[in-house]
C-alpha cells in the first residue's frame, strides 16, 4: 500500500512539471505554434530548438492612445542551432495585425506578439505569447 500512495505523490509532483512552462515539445517546420516565456520547443528533424526567453521592450502605441509612432515590441529569443546558441531580438511592429519575418542561418521566422497593449492596463510577463513559424 505504501508503494502505491508514494507513485501516487510523485505523480501529483511531476505531472503538472510537465505541463508547466519548461516542458518542451516538438514542431515541424511550416507549423505555427506558440510560446509564453520561458517555453522551448524542439523543431522535428532538425537540429533547432526555440525558447522565447522575455520581452526586453514593449513601446507599441496603446489601443485608446493617439501616437506619433506605432511602436514595437521585442522579443528575446534563444535559438540553439547544433552546438551554437545565438540570443536574437524579434522585433515586431505595433499597430499592425500582419507577422513580422526574420531570417537567419538557413531559418525563417514568421512570427507576432500578442496580447496588445490598451490604455491603463500593464501586461503581464505570464500573459506574453509569440506566435512562431520556423521554415527554410
Not at 509564453?36 to 537540429?47: C, H, K, L, P, R
Not at 485608446?64 to 509612432?69: A, E, I, S, T
Not at 540570443?87 to 537567419?104: E, I, K, R
Not at 538557413?106 to 491603463?120: M, R, S, W
Amino acid at each position: 500500500m505504501k508503494k502505491y500512495g508514494l507513485f501516487i505523490l510523485l505523480s501529483t509532483l511531476v505531472i503538472p512539471l510537465c505541463t508547466s512552462m519548461s516542458c518542451t515539445k516538438e514542431f515541424q517546420l511550416g507549423e505555427e505554434f506558440s510560446l509564453s516565456i520561458g517555453q522551448t520547443v524542439v523543431i522535428a528533424d532538425e537540429d533547432l530548438q526555440v525558447t522565447f526567453t522575455g520581452v526586453s521592450g514593449d513601446s507599441r502605441c496603446p489601443i485608446g492612445v493617439v501616437c506619433v509612432w506605432a511602436g514595437e515590441v521585442k522579443c528575446l529569443m534563444m535559438i540553439e542551432e547544433g552546438v551554437y546558441i545565438y540570443y536574437l531580438d524579434f522585433v515586431h511592429s505595433g499597430a499592425t495585425d500582419d507577422y513580422s519575418h526574420l531570417n537567419h542561418g538557413n531559418y525563417q521566422y514568421t512570427f507576432k506578439v500578442e496580447p496588445y497593449p490598451v490604455y491603463g492596463q500593464e501586461i503581464r510577463d505570464s500573459e506574453y505569447r509569440i506566435f512562431l513559424t520556423v521554415s527554410k
